[in-house]
């Protein structure tokens, strides 16, 4: 087996985390090859879309991708870039992300302040 065999059987048999997550492909590929200069191994995956319009221009989504031993580390390297915002946080096996739990509180709350606004409009009219 020669070496890039071996690389393609080692990416097939280790499992892979997401890590990033953005809307353009040469950014996602500036992110791994940051990871990359770290020493990470790290992959981008991810399309871009073909309808495009001049006032609504979608470009896509692209992910990259690290081994799960590495996860936390690629995760800590692009925090210190400023790259926080696109950091995508692994799913607890317990249950939902504090992102998710905000989330659902956010929703939660709206309902129910919409639908005291409603009895109260409806008190007043009657």
Known sequence: M???DERDHDEETS????????TSESTAEIVAGRLQAEGLRAN???HSFQQRSLPFAMQGAW???VPVTSA???RDVLREH?????????EPAHGLTPGQRDTIRFVVIGILLIAIVGVVAAIRGS
């Open 2 to 4: 020669d070496r890039a």
């Open 15 to 22: 499992a892979w985390e997401q890590v990033w997550q953005g």
């Open 44 to 46: 981008v995956r991810g």
């Open 63 to 65: 992910a990259v991708y």
């Open 72 to 74: 936390g580390l690629a």
């Open 82 to 90: 400023g790259e926080a915002s696109n950091v995508i946080e692994p």
